[in-house]
């Protein structure tokens, strides 16, 4: 039995993500500042072997100006190859005082910590699930769950696919082995099975 520690983080973890080869494994973090002991990585991947670090970064959210927040609520890695998404936030007071607020979604190439496509979520992200064979991307948002077709692209424009409406307030989602069927969990407990386009 072996146990690696990681102690270098000075924000709480949210999310906790590993690759499918188990060879990395991502962490999430809130940012908030300013402050002297502020985290501005909120994003960081260490290669499970070794303990390295191999990746930190602030998703290009803003981190880095020491004001506001950014906090990376979700992570999930791409089946296919190295690609890791983080969704989150990125916030900032405005100049009337009112938060301006901005939630999004990042991919990030692993080990380099290359930040790819980037798009705009409509609200606060829930839970995600990408199926096994990397063509569909689910995300909780608010009541409803919406969905993109990896294979006609990156959700660039955030414009979803589809959308499953009337759910009520879910929190879990996951796919079949194939990728053909999503299942959800209701907030009384049922199972709702949702067949994807062919």
Not at 14 to 41: H, K
Not at 59 to 68: I, K, M, T, V
Not at 145 to 150: G, I, K, N, Q, R
Not at 166 to 171: F, I, P, R, S
Request: net charge negative; hydrophobic share 40%; charged share 20%.
């Amino acid at each position: 039995q072996r146990q690696m520690c990681i102690r270098d983080r000075p924000n709480p973890i949210q999310v906790l993500a590993f690759s499918p080869d188990g060879r990395w494994v991502a962490a999430g973090s809130s940012q908030y500042g300013p402050s002297p002991a502020m985290d501005e990585t909120p994003l960081r991947i260490w290669e499970t072997a070794s303990g390295q670090l191999v990746c930190a970064t602030d998703l290009g959210w803003g981190a880095r100006d020491r004001l506001g927040q950014v906090e990376v609520m979700q992570l999930a890695f791409h089946p296919d190859g190295p690609r890791l998404l983080a969704l989150g936030v990125a916030a900032k007071e405005s100049a009337s005082g009112w938060m301006e607020t901005q939630w999004r979604g990042r991919w990030v190439e692993v080990p380099g910590c290359t930040l790819q496509e980037e798009f705009p979520l409509a609200g606060w992200p829930g839970a995600l699930a990408i199926s096994p064979d990397g063509r569909w991307l689910v995300v909780r948002i608010g009541e409803e769950w919406v969905w993109w077709d990896l294979r006609r692209g990156p959700p660039g424009d955030g414009e979803p696919g589809g959308r499953l409406k009337g759910l009520g307030g879910q929190a879990i989602a996951t796919f079949s082995p194939d990728g053909r069927w999503l299942a959800t969990v209701l907030e009384d407990g049922r199972v709702s099975l949702w067949q994807m386009p062919p």
